[in-house]
């Protein structure tokens, strides 16, 4: 069974009142990539993913699941 990430990205954002554009801002990346991101096609870096965390406000693993 393969493993695959399941994420939490487009709920928090939507929850802190961010736009796509505003996060990508925030954490540095295009707004592609985070689109890729909530769409699940694109698995972010370990720093990305802890940028995204510290962003929230949450830790890392309350957006980003291992299935």
């Not at 592609?32 to 995204?52: D, H």
Request: hydrophobic content about 45%; proline content about 3%; glycine content about 2%.
């Amino acid at each position: 069974m393969k493993d695959f990430v399941i994420n939490n990205v487009q709920v928090y954002r939507k929850k802190v009142g961010l736009t796509q554009e505003e996060l990508s801002n925030a954490v540095n990346v295009t707004r592609q990539t985070i689109i890729a991101i909530e769409k699940g096609n694109y698995i972010p870096s370990v720093a990305l993913a802890l940028k995204l965390a510290q962003t929230f406000k949450r830790p890392v693993e309350k957006i980003f699941t291992l299935k």
